[in-house]
């Protein structure tokens, strides 16, 4: 706690995305000490806003070379909670396979790609429609990179079940 501190009590945010700003802005300079004040003194406020924070702002994700420094400081004000016996912060980064999105993306793109390979063009259409359509409903970077490839996916099924269909 700085001299400051101790005569007129720890600083007050105006908002929780104010507190988000600074807790992030000592772990960008690698102030670990400041980040460990910030976090004993507003934890409450920390576990109450952790989960907004969690979707990254609109104009974070405009500029694709700030994604990566916003991670940062959403990993390391959740495993300082981790330290401190919270670690359900950490746990809301991490869900379950099953229950992580980007995966479950990740999976039907690799079964469609087997069917594919399987020359099951019928069957990777169906999954990759479906994908798709829950792409489409989203925004990110995650989707940024899936739905082109499920898209090329599709063009890519269509034109090879076009020309089996012709063969046979």
Not at 21 to 35: E, K, M, Q, T
Not at 91 to 96: D, E, G, H, N
Not at 112 to 134: C, G, K, S, Y
Request: aromatic letters at 8%; charged letters at 20%.
């Amino acid at each position: 706690m700085g001299f400051f501190d101790r005569w007129f009590g720890a600083k007050k945010f105006d908002s929780p995305n104010a507190l988000r700003d600074a807790l992030f802005a000592a772990v960008a300079s690698g102030d670990a000490s400041r980040l460990a004040e910030l976090c004993r003194q507003h934890e409450a406020a920390i576990l109450e806003g952790f989960a907004q924070w969690r979707k990254v702002p609109a104009e974070i994700r405009a500029d694709a070379s700030q994604v990566p420094a916003y991670a940062q400081g959403l990993m390391s004000v959740a495993s300082h909670m981790a330290s401190t016996g919270h670690p359900e912060l950490m746990a809301q980064l991490m869900p379950p396979a099953g229950a992580n999105p980007i995966t479950r993306y990740q999976t039907v793109l690799e079964q469609a790609r087997t069917l594919m390979t399987e020359l099951r063009f019928d069957a990777a259409l169906e999954q990759l429609r479906e994908v798709i359509a829950e792409l489409e409903k989203g925004q990110g970077t995650a989707i940024d990179r899936y739905l082109p490839i499920a898209r090329g996916f599709v063009s890519e099924c269509q034109f090879h079940g076009l020309a089996t269909s012709k063969a046979c």
